[in-house]
């Protein structure tokens, strides 16, 4: 390759990487002179590349064309690619499944041999496990709600709720969430006056758009904690509060994301929040986190739950019958 031809290509990438460049800043870059640079950006602009000029010092930034131009790609960044698409082959935005998989087989035609090694042995080695396949999403409406998130747009939509009932929303959409194998959306709805939380995956946009808004500040100041809260207890039809006798900072890790909230009380103890869709789900959830606890609050037959669940580990111990198992633990009772 000529040194002209390798420097526009260094250039190219360069100008990929940012959005404004100073033509002194570039010419230090190539070791060139800015005249060269000048030379050189205007070769770019004779193959197609809409090169602009800034304001100011004298400065370039490469623009949007008509057509992708060719991305150059470091090794780490090409490997980074590769991994991505191969993932998003076996995401939850419908119809992009297939999407990746031709762009994996033309990006891994292009890939020096010893790149193309080092995907295809991640990909061998690896066994994807864990999550069951979640809903899928059209990708057209997860552009909808983005769209209307960044142009600060009411949105309106067809709801879908858990039990199957149908309503007609109209929000002021904050934020799209990822959490595990699904989408959730973040909004403030204006017929119910508060945050709501919203699976993208029973969201039916309509159109025409509603009217601007002023955004709000998020919910707990962050989505993602808001989000984590919905989902780790106000959302399930069995909720509960139990003291940890244990600090907040203590349990932390114990307690698994989307399990529960930790609300600190002391140094000596915290509250967990927790929510499930059956009592069953809720003593394992409360009794996972391994430490001492207090029911405070919750449905009537969570005691007994817990209870029950004592004798058969007393009985699993000891050998003892139900009728023998003694009296239920002091931590699975409820105060007062």
């Known amino acids: 390759m000529s040194k002209t031809s390798a420097r526009l290509l260094e250039l190219l990438s360069l100008l990929q990487t940012r959005r404004d460049?100073?033509?002194?800043?570039?010419?230090?870059?190539?070791?060139v002179s800015t005249r060269t640079v000048r030379?050189?950006?205007?070769?770019?602009?004779d193959?197609?590349?809409?090169?602009?000029a800034t304001r100011g010092a004298a400065g370039y930034r490469l623009g949007a064309g008509a057509a992708l131009?060719?991305?150059?790609?470091?090794?780490?960044?090409?490997?980074a690619v590769a991994v991505s698409l191969g993932t998003a082959a076996g995401g939850s935005v419908a119809g992009i499944g297939e999407t990746a998989v031709r762009a994996l087989a033309k990006l891994e035609q292009v890939l020096p041999s010893r790149l193309r090694h080092r995907v295809r042995t991640l990909q061998q080695a690896t066994v994807r496990a864990g999550l069951a396949p979640g809903p899928q999403v059209p990708a057209g409406t997860l552009v909808a709600i983005a769209e209307a998130c960044r142009r600060h747009e009411r949105l309106r939509f067809d709801y879908a709720?858990?039990?199957?009932?149908?309503?007609?929303?109209?929000?002021?959409?904050?934020?799209?969430v990822s959490w595990g194998r699904r989408w959730y959306l973040v909004a403030w709805d204006v017929a119910r006056d508060g945050w709501r939380t919203?699976?993208?995956?029973?969201?039916?946009?309509?159109?025409?758009?509603?009217a601007r808004f002023t955004p709000r500040e998020p919910p707990c100041g962050d989505v993602a904690v808001y989000l984590e809260r919905q989902l780790s207890s106000r959302m399930w039809p069995c909720r509960a509060t139990v003291v940890l006798h244990e600090s907040a900072t203590a349990v932390a890790g114990r307690v698994w994301p989307g399990t529960g909230t930790l609300e600190p009380v002391d140094d000596t103890s915290c509250l967990l929040h927790v929510g499930a869709d059956t009592l069953h789900a809720l003593v394992w959830m409360?009794?996972?986190v391994d430490a001492a606890f207090t029911l405070a609050d919750g449905p009537p037959e969570l005691a007994e739950a817990l209870r029950r669940q004592g004798e058969r580990c007393l009985r699993a111990v000891t050998g003892t019958s139900a009728g023998t198992a003694g009296p239920a633990p002091a931590a699975a009772t409820r105060p007062g």
């Not at 030379?39 to 602009?45: G, P």
């Not at 131009?69 to 490997?79: G, H, S």
Request: hydrophobic letters at 35%; zero cysteines; charged letters at 30%.
């Open 69 to 79: 131009p060719p991305l150059l790609l470091d090794d780490e960044e090409a490997v």
């Open 39 to 45: 030379r050189d950006v205007d070769r770019l602009r």
């Open 286 to 288: 409360i009794t996972s």
């Open 198 to 210: 919203f699976r993208v995956d029973r969201v039916t946009p309509k159109s025409p758009g509603g």
């Open 161 to 176: 709720d858990h039990t199957g009932a149908a309503s007609r929303r109209e929000v002021e959409p904050h934020s799209l």
């Open 21 to 31: 460049w100073a033509g002194a800043e570039l010419a230090a870059r190539l070791g």
């Open 47 to 52: 193959l197609g590349y809409p090169v602009h």
